[in-house]
């Protein structure tokens, strides 16, 4: 890996931009101290680097919580404060036909939420999440209504499909519950 001063990227752009694709990341300096990275990107890997990027620094924000936890010998981070420690920085795919759903389970009678608690639900998803144009898949599960999930899980590239209904489901690896899906991340969180 290269380091660059600010110096030099401000006075040899060129040099540097030709340096970057064999590089391939340069380390920008600034009194010695990095403060930041630089890494090409294309209209084709953009998405997946920034994606990349932002997981990386949710585990690398969670694993130092942890040792910090560890050495003040506290228990290790629980699940809720990982879930809020990756709000913002896990992606949300959705389609219409799930927020649909959304707005017509939230809305059971068992649940117990309000029409006041349900919409800003729904809109935060629609606004922090990643609309995805899912593909019709050809094939049949156990609750056809949950296909759409499947769908947008498929046309999406999620990492994983979250569930409490996961018998609706054929058996896989990605398609986890809610408890399976916090109990992976916090093991790879405690690597």
Known sequence: MRFVTVRDFRTSPGK????????????????????????????????????????ARAINSVKRKQEISIRNKNNLLCEEEILKEFNGKLILL??????????????????????????????????????????????????????MFLEVAVSGNAAYLVTGNIIHFHKGKNIVTPKDFLDTYTAILNK
């Open 16 to 55: 540097i931009w030709k340096l970057l694709p064999v590089e391939q990341e340069m380390v920008i300096t600034n009194n010695g101290k990095p403060i930041a990275l630089l890494t090409p990107l294309s209209d084709e890997n953009l998405e997946n680097t920034v994606k990349a990027v932002r997981t």
């Open 94 to 147: 959705y389609d219409n036909r799930i927020l649909s759903e959304y707005e017509n389970v939230f809305g059971r009678k068992k649940f117990n939420f309000t029409s006041d608690i349900i919409g800003p639900v729904v809109d935060f998803v629609r606004q922090e999440g990643v609309f995805i144009p899912a593909d019709p898949l050809g094939i049949s599960i156990n609750d056809e209504d949950d296909k």
